[in-house]
């Protein structure tokens, strides 16, 4: 086993508090966020939320509207004159 030597190991790692304080949600929602799949690390007696997949997280929860079907039909036969 290694000695950890470098102290900010936990540098790419928020609080969840300061994470929920930083989206301006409770940390109630973020476990439950937790729940849903958010990753995160127990150590110290604390959650750690990694910043960078925290945010990726997020990202990957943006949900579109559909563009009404007539639309999707006049791009997608656009698409088709394109190709040919």
């Known amino acids: 086993m290694s000695n950890i030597t470098n102290h900010d190991f936990l540098a790419e790692y928020e609080r969840e508090s300061d994470w929920a304080a ?3 949600v409770h940390p109630r929602t973020v476990a439950r966020y937790r729940d849903a ?3 995160f690390l127990r150590f110290g007696g604390f959650v750690w939320i990694p910043k ?3 945010r990726e997280w997020i990202a990957g929860r943006i ?3 559909n563009p009404p079907r007539k639309q999707r039909q006049t791009v997608a036969s656009a698409e088709i004159s394109a190709s040919s």
Do not use: A, D, M, T
């Open 37 to 39: 799949g958010l990753p």
């Open 22 to 24: 930083g989206l301006g």
């Open 52 to 54: 960078k997949e925290g």
């Open 63 to 65: 949900h579109r509207k």
